[in-house]
């Protein structure tokens, strides 16, 4: 009996012992933030992110990063909602379309990330030289719903051109961008709505003609290409972490814009890391003269966006309330504390 309560209490000894490391180890255990980019210039702070390690040593030792590479924006909202992703470099459409999906619940908006970057670029061949010119045409967009796709149907609408599915005579067809190159070289579509660096290359690569940059249409020539989101859970279950982020992001930003030529051969480096191959630099460079790393989410274009995706028939048959969709409160006290202009 005495021995069978000695060794009772030598496993209870035994097991307090060894629990106690556990959670110590436990308590002291890095988060891990998986975050989410495409190998894309539009995506630059991602992507210079990752290759620096610059959001790792600005959260650490709190915090480590686990990155994830994405080529389309409903794969980043599904690796959101199964709760494999905390944040992400994002076009405004997925976005909105997550939100929307979620009623509200699965993300907001937390900063911006680029702002333009886009543009129609046509045939050199086509005859294309106005908006009248693209009837009975084929223009390729990048995927069926996403930012460029919903705005060349945006302008098709405004310059009163119908798809050949409502009875019209222009075809839209959504096709990946490398697909869009070789199409290109065939003469088997005539334009394309396209982001950089694949605009560029467009030109440069297959005959291709700019005809317009799709900064010019809009207001002070800003609108928002990417963004930075969060998922709702992870911002209030990790608000500081996340302010910790945005602060970086911020910084980086700022880095950028002043190391233009060092942040190029980083992007560049990083791009050939993840897709195999560096851009030309002619590309490279043509490519980022279109664009502006910011962190203002220019929210005014998102109402934009939304409003062409809903008249596309994207988020169902009630115009979504979007009101919810951004926190700029953590934004703007990283502002407040560097002494700059909060965003409205």
């Given at each position: 009996m005495?021995?069978?309560?000695?060794?009772?209490?030598?496993?209870?000894?035994?097991?307090?012992?060894?629990?106690?490391?556990?959670?110590?180890?436990?308590?002291?255990?890095?988060?891990?933030?998986?975050?989410?980019?495409?190998?894309?210039?539009?995506?630059?702070?991602?992507?210079?992110?990752?290759?620096?390690?610059?959001?790792?040593?600005?959260?650490?030792?709190?915090?480590?990063?686990?990155?994830?590479?994405?080529?389309?924006?409903?794969?980043?909202?599904?690796?959101?909602?199964?709760?494999?992703?905390?944040?992400?470099?994002i076009g405004p459409?997925?976005?909105?379309?997550?939100?929307?999906?979620?009623?509200g619940e699965a993300l907001r908006i937390v900063a911006g990330a680029t702002s333009g970057g886009a543009a129609m670029v046509v045939r050199a061949d086509s005859g294309i030289q106005k908006p009248e010119d693209f009837r009975g045409r084929k223009i390729a967009s990048p995927q069926l719903g996403n930012t460029q796709d919903v705005a060349l149907r945006g302008w098709l609408n405004a310059h009163k051109l119908k798809l050949r599915e409502k009875g019209g005579d222009v075809q839209v067809i959504p096709i990946a961008n490398p697909d869009q190159l070789t199409l290109f070289l065939k003469k088997e579509i005539d334009a394309a709505w396209a982001p950089e660096p694949w605009a560029s290359r467009l030109?440069?690569?297959?005959?291709?003609?700019?005809l317009f940059d799709e900064r010019d249409l809009w207001p002070g020539g800003q609108f928002v290409t990417t963004h930075l989101i969060v998922s709702t859970k992870f911002l209030k279950a990790h608000r500081a972490l996340v302010k910790k982020w945005v602060r970086a992001h911020v910084e980086l930003t700022e880095w950028i814009h002043n190391n233009l030529p060092a942040a190029k051969q980083?992007?560049?480096?990083?791009?050939?890391?993840?897709?195999?191959?560096?851009?030309?630099?002619?590309?490279?460079?043509?490519?980022?003269?279109?664009?502006?790393?910011?962190?203002?989410?220019?929210?005014?274009?998102?109402?934009?966006?939304?409003?062409?995706?809903?008249?596309?028939?994207?988020?169902?048959?009630?115009?979504?309330?979007l009101s919810g969709i951004y926190d700029l409160s953590i934004l703007n006290e990283v502002l407040n504390e560097k002494g700059a202009k909060p965003i409205r």
């Open positions: 005495i021995r069978a309560r000695k060794f009772s209490l030598f496993v209870m000894l035994a097991t307090t012992l060894l629990a106690l490391p556990t959670s110590s180890r436990a308590q002291n255990a890095p988060v891990v933030i998986r975050v989410g980019h495409f190998p894309n210039i539009t995506h630059a702070q991602g992507v210079i992110g990752q290759a620096t390690g610059w959001f790792d040593k600005a959260l650490a030792p709190e915090a480590k990063v686990e990155w994830k590479i994405f080529n389309a924006g409903p794969s980043v909202i599904e690796a959101l909602f199964a709760g494999a992703l905390d944040l992400a470099y459409n997925p976005a909105i379309n997550g939100y929307v999906r979620s009623q030109i440069h690569e297959a005959n291709g003609r700019l980083v992007l560049n480096r990083e791009i050939q890391k993840e897709t195999g191959k560096p851009l030309p630099l002619a590309v490279l460079n043509d490519s980022i003269s279109r664009l502006q790393v910011t962190y203002d989410p220019i929210r005014s274009s998102l109402f934009t966006s939304a409003r062409w995706a809903f008249e596309a028939g994207f988020l169902g048959r009630q115009r979504p309330d």
